[in-house]
């Protein structure tokens, strides 16, 4: 076989999205409703490694979207493939094996009544056939890469920084290894220097672990710097894709601009 023949067969994307819609249903009156677009169509792929970063006003449809291709809600229509596979064709186990979400506020995300140890033992337990030595391991070198010493274990949330609870929220998700994370707005609630200490721990274990990540954001000037796409959303549907450098140096819709022009550094004179 020709390697040309042999690649086309091989390469499969790690992330496949085609024609990807979800609406919701609204109460109109007491026996009526009506269907309002969340988002789509929405088409695109990511590779291994990569960082695509999705980026639109409040309201234009990227928790609804990443929260579609984590398996929280079911699309209307469209597909989504995961390494060529129907991602209504793989279990939960291999779901969580494949992409994993980090949410927007670890405050409330982490069980303020679990140890940090159990909040990263409960996924190996559902999802591995480790036995527990081997996911003490797990979690001791997981604690290692978002940079928490092994004391931590023992701590509830309320005892963490807001830093240290961001790392807790990425150490779960990344507990499996898994293939792709989704990030919703998870900097939002930190000040901007934290915001970089957390963006650079993320670059780290993608640089480790050859993560790819989806990253929900509001601010652009963030994104430039750590993605490689960059997809806009307007109103549902995407106006724009393309490197983060073409979207973020020549951004060719009037909301691109606007967008970047909202989020200039706070460099003050
Ligand atoms: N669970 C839901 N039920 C009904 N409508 C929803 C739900 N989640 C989102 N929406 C609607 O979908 C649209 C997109 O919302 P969302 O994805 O949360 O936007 P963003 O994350 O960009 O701020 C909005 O009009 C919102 O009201
Ligand atoms: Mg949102």
Do not use: W
């Not at 969340?38 to 990511?46: E, H, K, N, Q």
């Not at 000040?191 to 050859?210: C, M, T």
């Amino acid at each position: 076989m020709s390697l040309s023949n042999q690649s086309e067969l091989n390469v499969q994307p790690l992330l496949k999205v085609t024609n990807l819609c979800k609406s919701f249903k609204h109460a109109t009156g007491i026996l009526s409703s009506r269907e309002q677009l969340a988002f789509g169509p929405v088409s695109f792929t990511l590779e291994p490694g990569q960082t695509l970063a999705v980026v639109g006003e409040s309201g234009s449809g990227k928790s609804a979207l990443v929260r579609t291709i984590g398996g929280m809600l079911i699309a209307n229509s469209g597909d989504i493939y995961v390494k060529g596979q129907h991602l209504s064709s793989l279990n939960s186990q291999q779901r969580c094996l494949s992409i994993r979400m980090i949410f927007q506020d670890p405050s409330s995300s982490l069980n303020p009544k679990t140890t940090v140890g159990k909040i990263l033992h409960a996924p190996l337990q559902l999802n591995t056939d480790l036995n527990d030595k081997q996911r003490h391991q797990q979690i001791l070198e997981t604690l290692k890469l978002v940079g928490l010493l092994p004391d931590y274990l023992a701590f509830y949330p309320n005892m963490l920084s807001s830093v240290q609870k961001h790392q807790v929220a990425i150490a779960r998700a990344m507990i499996l290894n898994p293939d792709i994370i989704i990030a919703d707005e998870i900097l939002s609630t930190l000040d901007i220097s934290l915001r970089f200490k957390i963006v650079n721990l993320l670059l780290k274990i993608q640089k480790a672990k050859g993560t790819s990540y989806i990253f929900v954001a509001h601010n652009m000037h963030l994104v430039k710097h750590m993605s490689d796409q960059i997809l806009v959303l307007h109103q549902g549907k995407i106006i724009e894709k393309g490197t983060a450098k073409s979207v973020c140096e020549s951004p060719q819709e009037e909301q691109t601009k606007y967008l970047l022009l909202s989020h200039q550094p706070d460099y003050r004179k």
